[in-house]
């Protein structure tokens, strides 16, 4: 008889308890990773979204730009800079862009808004503004048609009146917010794209046109076709003012970005605050975005840059949100503490239990002649088994949840998208995929059933045999 | 052959207001294939002193010599090993391991001994077939009485040949028939193999079947009568 055969044995001797003890250590295991993988997730969505939409990894820009973001800190275009800073094993690609705020109006609606002049070929590399361009939007004329066909079943009006005034970029994205299943999706979106079809423009370097962000158009009331106009502060004090076309409607994953971003070809906006051929900023698209690779990167081009640029990453360029990541990280580690706490302690009820229950079993077997140090050790497998039951079961039944997660992230809809938006953030909560954090939210489980066994241990040690006959 | 010899043994336990002076001064030997019972009212000492014999207890005082081996000079992890080697033990309330069947319970001494498989399965079968188990070697000690399962604890304790066995009001929880089949059996196993086999008791049966009783009061001992 080997002491795992009778460490498993032992096990079973109370099987409600074993399972009990084993399911709360599976509810804390798969609590931890489901917790923390959505945590982690969403912060990757957010960054992504960030940088994706907005900053870019790296940027490098007039040395005072970022403290005070007016156009006479700008810096001129410079093709053997961008040379230098292509030949960086890290950067794929440079990308020039001119950035401003604005007065934009159409009518009675004024906003302030940041204007962004863009080389619409080259932010492919990076915000990718064409992926964003929307392809559908159910504006109210389009669901009092989706209302009157008699083709659609009342499920999809229902979800269309729901979903008033929103624009998609896809076809996935339709399907995937109004809740149509792929089998319905094939007989129901040619009705809907019938419906809501959505004419969206491309802008070109040289021709005057803007995009701009879906709920700035909302904001302003403006479509395709109309005109918007823009009035500013230009380079030296000139005053910069001018109407443009919208030629498409983009929709960024960042709310607060959504609701302010006009795009610009580079060259019109140059004009426009008679920057010449000033930058704000040229960002660097790169191939490895780790941290680690991200700050050598910028140890090694900030050598290239001139005394009046800089080179900044995208920690600093979005200093509010990861300081809210952060704090939000602590909060999330904090419940996780307290998860953890009172599954300790219901693993140490247990082990107390167990203890006191067998305290004359121990003294009998150490008579009979079982080494104390072999009696602690079918004692910790005992132990351990019911950790790693738990532990096991958790992470698989989690790894299924987050496995699932990461390709089906959450979506929220109506009002609680709504105050996802109110607070910046896009109403989804991404999944992050199995990682280290895996192995360490098991290590912290197994490291407290481990410290449970601290206290059999010490009463086996301590025990006196004459004494534990008596219990 | 003296395979056991007690000398001038004390154990006095000190609580914060009184002195029990539960073993005073006593002093004994046993032979080789003896079958003694020492016996005594509660709380005379017989319990302590078997206990101390037995190496689950130290003396205040005294030298107990296990086959010429001063369990006072053991440190505690070689006294372990040595009860597993020489002294057998019988509880009165069976203790046997729950989980484990009749035969693992018997075998349980052998393994941890290191002994190899064939030498374990012939010892095991051996011995229930003396104790009478041998058709119920797959049971675990819940399916057995209270009779059946102490005689597998007499198997058990037999297990590694020992010197040897102390037992603590062995029939103290079993009726009249289990009460004798147990007595045969260790009866028959002292006689045939020569087990020495040392009980704690008041249990007139079991006195009538010792060949030395050893009658302790107050701590001491008040008579050793060994009969022919």
Redesign the interface.
């Known amino acids: 008889m080997n002491n795992l055969k009778l460490a498993w044995r032992n096990l079973w001797r109370n099987r409600r308890r074993t399972l009990i003890t084993s399911a709360s250590i599976f509810f804390a295991v798969f609590f931890a990773l489901v917790m923390r993988s959505l945590q982690l997730g969403s912060y990757d969505h957010m960054y992504k979204n960030a940088i994706e939409s907005y900053t870019g990894y790296i940027q490098v820009q007039h040395k005072d730009f970022w403290d005070e973001k007016i156009v006479d800190n700008t810096f001129a275009y410079n093709q053997q800079l961008e040379q230098q800073l292509l030949a960086d094993k890290n950067v794929e690609a440079c990308i020039p862009r001119f950035e401003s705020f604005a007065l934009a109006s159409n009518g009675p609606q004024t906003k302030g808004v940041l204007v962004m002049g863009v080389d619409p070929d080259k932010e492919i590399h990076l915000s990718n503004v064409k992926d964003k361009m929307v392809k559908y939007r159910l504006s109210p004329e389009a669901i009092e048609k989706i209302r009157q066909d008699p083709n659609l079943p009342e499920k999809v009006k229902e979800l269309a009146i729901l979903f008033e005034n929103s624009a998609y970029t896809n076809n996935s994205r339709l399907q995937l917010d109004l809740g149509i299943d792929d089998k319905k999706a094939s007989e129901l979106m040619p009705a809907i794209e019938g419906h809501a079809a959505f004419k969206n423009g491309f802008i070109h370097l040289g021709e005057p046109g803007v995009w701009v962000g879906e709920k700035l158009s909302q904001y302003l009331q403006l479509g395709i076709g109309d005109t918007i106009v823009l009035i500013s502060q230009g380079y030296h004090a000139t005053t910069a003012a001018g109407k443009y076309e919208i030629k498409g409607i983009v929709k960024l994953p960042l709310p607060d970005i959504d609701n302010k971003i006009v795009y610009l070809p580079l060259d019109i906006c140059q004009d426009l605050f008679n920057a010449e051929k000033n930058l704000t900023s040229l960002a660097l698209a790169v191939d490895d975005n780790q941290d680690k690779a991200i700050a050598q990167t910028v140890q090694r081009i900030s050598g290239l840059v001139s005394k009046d640029q800089k080179v900044m990453e995208w920690r600093e360029m979005n200093e509010v949100m990861v300081s809210q990541m952060d704090a939000d990280d602590k909060g999330g580690q904090i419940m996780l503490g307290i998860l953890y706490l009172v599954i300790a302690f219901g693993v140490f009820g247990t082990v107390l239990m167990l203890t006191a229950e067998r305290k004359r079993e121990f003294g009998v077997l150490v008579a009979i002649g079982m080494q104390k140090k072999k009696l602690a050790s079918i004692m910790t497998m005992e132990m351990l088994l019911i950790g790693l039951i738990g532990i096991l079961a958790g992470a698989l039944v989690a790894s299924i949840v987050i496995l699932y997660g990461v390709e089906h992230p959450l979506i929220f809809k109506g009002e609680t998208a709504k105050i996802f938006e109110e607070y910046g953030m896009e109403p989804k909560m991404a999944f992050w995929n199995i990682d280290t954090y895996y192995i360490w939210q098991m290590v912290i489980v197994a490291f407290m059933v481990l410290l449970a066994i601290a206290y059999p241990l010490r009463k086996i040690f301590g025990m006196k045999v004459v004494n534990a006959l008596r219990a | 052959m003296k395979i056991l010899e007690i000398k001038n043994v004390h154990k006095i336990y000190n609580s914060s207001e009184v002195k029990v002076h539960a073993v005073n001064d006593i002093s004994l030997d046993f032979e080789k294939g003896e079958f003694a019972a020492i016996v005594g009212p509660s709380g005379s000492g017989k319990t302590t002193l078997l206990?101390m014999i037995?190496g689950?207890?130290t003396p205040t005082e005294g030298e107990i010599m296990v086959d010429h081996t001063n369990l006072a000079g053991l440190k505690?992890?070689a006294l372990?090993?040595f009860?597993?080697?020489n002294i057998g033990?019988v509880?009165q309330s069976y203790?046997l391991?729950?989980?484990?069947t009749a035969k693992?319970n018997v075998?349980?001494?052998m393994?941890?001994?290191k002994w190899n498989k064939k030498e374990k399965d012939e010892r095991t079968y051996e011995l229930l077939k003396a104790v009478g188990l041998e058709d119920r070697i797959n049971s675990r000690p819940s399916k057995l009485s209270g009779g059946q399962q102490q005689r597998v604890a007499v198997a058990?304790?037999l297990a590694?040949k020992p010197k040897f066995v102390l037992a603590d009001e062995p029939t103290a929880n079993l009726d009249s028939k289990s009460t004798e089949t147990l007595l045969d059996i260790m009866e028959e196993l002292n006689k045939e193999e020569g087990i020495t086999f040392i009980f704690s008791t008041h249990d007139a049966r079991v006195v009538k079947k010792a060949r030395r009783v050893i009658t302790v009061e107050d701590g001491k001992v008040i008579s050793d009568e060994r009969k022919k």
């Open positions: 206990n037995g689950l207890d505690s992890s372990i090993d009860r597993m080697r033990f509880f203790n391991i729950p989980v484990l693992e075998e349980f001494i393994s941890l001994q058990r304790a590694s």
